[in-house]
């Protein structure tokens, strides 16, 4: 879970290629018109939300022995929907969490993706990184991809 750009689908196929388990792409489980608002620069609402958080917990419940899902989450509620959505309790949220220079630096380079430099900002505006009575763990991102995944998976054992 992340902002943009925080290296969500690179690091979800690596955990993938590491564990086994598939990897979605939460970006996928969004409808046509939440991609047109986001390309033309337009931050989604919770309006926009909801029906995309629905389809992203239906397809955790559709992967009992596990899935790794790259979904922004950005809220505790937004996290208490996938919960509630999947049926699933156990959930652990992973966030990648890096500074905003980073962020930014990562987005600017990045080609083929609809959302765009403009919304970081209401995204990071939004976040709300995970309480301390949440399952989750927070991970550092400014280093390797192999490296990310690797303390995801040292830390996820103790959770």
Known sequence: MGVAGCGKSSV?????????LPYLDGDDFHDPLNVAKMRAGTALDDADRWP??????????????????????????????????????????????????????RMAQRTGHYMPLALLQSQLDTLEPPAADERAVTVDIDRPVPEIAAA????????
């Not at 979800?12 to 086994?20: D, K």
């Open 152 to 159: 995801i998976l040292a830390r996820a054992g103790s959770r």
């Open 12 to 20: 979800g196929a690596e955990l993938s290629a590491r564990t086994g």
């Open 52 to 105: 995309w958080l629905e389809r992203c917990g239906r397809a955790l419940a559709d992967h009992p022995r596990g899935l790794i899902l790259g979904c922004s989450a950005l809220r505790r509620s937004y996290r208490n929907r996938l919960r509630s959505s999947s049926g699933l309790r156990e959930l652990l949220f992973v966030h990648l969490a890096g500074s905003e220079a980073l962020l930014h630096r």
